[in-house]
T-cell receptor, first 114, second 117 residues
């Protein structure tokens, strides 16, 4: 079984500052890792995913994440945030193939202050 | 347009009512999902359909009844719900690439905000 822990429920950041949203996972098998973003009154959108290969993954809107197998982490980063990045961010993990039974973390609410 | 459309966007129902949530995907995917999103809790997977066959029922109470008539449509029939069932219900779809396939991301609809009074 897999599980995901997002270490911060809320992260306030000033505009144009860098941000890191932390995610740790546990699993007894190889996993795929995802970050999703949810804007107010909307569903979840895929930001980026790690399947294999390079441990640094680049996604949409200037976000990137680094897979660290030894630390079982998949932290999300952005070097300079914008007001429009205000949203809830979810880290998720799934096992191999088939229909994706994603296990989500509890989410991190990112608030960008001017 | 997300490719996954959910209706209605908002629903208020009494505990004795019967209603249905509808989801339609226009992405050619063959797997569909229902998730429940409650405040301060992780998203909970409720049901998974793969090629129209239910492959997962995550211990969901029988007052929630899914239906998948084809790979593009998914319903969630509701009856005699409880106030604690109030939540955002999210539908998603993905491409099932087989047991050895790469992780296929989920595409979500905008959800139905359900309030049970």
């Amino acid at each position: 079984a897999q599980s995901v822990t997002q270490l911060d429920s809320q992260v306030p950041v000033f505009e144009e500052a860098p941000v890191e949203l932390r995610c740790n996972y546990s699993s007894s098998v190889s996993v795929y890792l995802f970050w999703y973003v949810q804007y107010p009154n909307q569903g979840l959108q895929l930001l980026l995913k790690y399947l294999s290969g390079s441990t640094l993954v680049k996604g949409i809107n200037g976000f990137e994440a680094e897979f660290n197998k030894s630390q079982t982490s998949f932290h999300l980063r952005k070097p300079s945030v914008h007001i429009s990045d205000t949203a809830e961010y979810f880290c998720a993990v799934s096992g191999l193939g088939g229909a994706q039974k994603l296990v989500f973390g509890q989410g991190t609410r990112l608030t960008i202050n001017p | 347009e997300t490719g996954v459309t959910q209706t209605p966007r908002h629903l208020v129902m009494g505990m004795t009512n019967k209603k249905s949530l509808k989801c339609e995907q226009h992405l050619g995917h063959n797997a569909m999902y229902w998730y429940k999103q409650s405040a301060k809790k992780p998203l909970e997977l409720m049901f998974v359909y793969n090629f129209k066959e239910q492959t997962e029922n995550n211990s969901v109470p029988s007052r929630f009844s899914p239906e998948c008539p084809n790979s593009s449509h998914l319903f969630l029939h509701l009856h005699t719900l409880q106030p604690e069932d109030s939540a955002l219900y999210l539908c998603a779809s993905s491409q099932d690439l087989g047991r050895q396939g790469f992780g296929s991301p989920l595409h979500f609809g905008n959800g139905t905000r359900l309030t049970v009074t």
